[in-house]
């Protein structure tokens, strides 16, 4: 995990707190959560559980109620307190693990399941700062998805090496025929790139775009259509086209790559702001 300073994290609490996120398989990939290392432990014993949505400020758990777990929630007339346990592998590096202390402020069937219960854990108190950095960028990554949905990355040698894209060369799948093309730029909603081929066999066109990504090291496909083409360097077949991605299936990692990178511009730029305003400001006293 990145470095995230105590600001950045106070300010995923204010901001994201109430949020709650859907542990898809999609999510669980994203935020390499190990599932099988779920447990909610009271009354002196822990019992594994799966874990359904979570804020920063609650979570919500699914247990079977013939288990030892649901006895000891439902009898416990003092309302103990309730660990959640939280596993994270991370690649490269040990697994993240911690518990977060929580009391029962609801129990409902799932989808009227007599079998199984929705439990609601609310925390007692503000979630480790990892489980806040974890949700919190997960959050934030689509939140700006929409916010900043067009803003426009340029592949450069430093913007690359910032992205974690291990080449711009890559391969584009339009009407399932695959063909070489060249990066140019990237945006949460789509993307351009320069290939070779005539305009008319391209243009409005379904595609698929494939990006190589290091730490992690993963590919992402993401399937759009190409929604403007134009020539490039005067020549009818090499063009420039335009790919609008279909929102609703733009992979989770691809918006995390896409906001840090966002974000870690957005922060330079204030700490270039920051220290010009200090020069300007001592130079004034001189």
Known sequence: MGVTTSQQLTRYYELYRDTEITFTKEVIRTLHLDPRQIYIKCSGSQWPCIINSTSLMAARVIIGTKGGAYTAITNDKNKSPI???????????????????????????????????????????????????????????????????????????????????????????????????????????????????????????????????????????????????ENVGGRKDLIAASIKFDEAAVPMPYKMHINGYLTALRKTMLTSASQKNQQSATGAQN
């Open 83 to 229: 660990n959640l346990k939280f596993c994270f592998s991370q690649p490269g590096s040990q697994p993240i693990m911690f518990f977060i202390t929580a009391r029962v402020s609801d129990i409902s069937p799932y989808m009227d399941s007599s079998d199984l219960a929705v439990v609601t854990l609310t925390f007692t108190q503000r979630p480790p700062d990892d489980f806040i950095e974890i949700i919190g960028k997960l959050i934030e990554a689509n939140t700006n998805a929409v916010r900043r949905r067009e803003e426009r990355i340029v592949i450069t040698e430093e913007s690359k090496r910032r992205l974690g894209i291990m080449k711009e060369e890559t391969i584009i799948h339009i009407q399932n025929v695959p063909r070489h093309c060249i990066l140019r730029d990237l945006s949460f909603s789509g993307a351009k790139v320069v290939l070779m081929g005539l305009a008319m066999f391209v243009k409005d066109k379904e595609a698929v775009i494939r990006i190589d990504f290091e730490e992690p090291r993963e590919t992402i496909n993401i399937p759009g259509k190409v929604v403007a083409t």
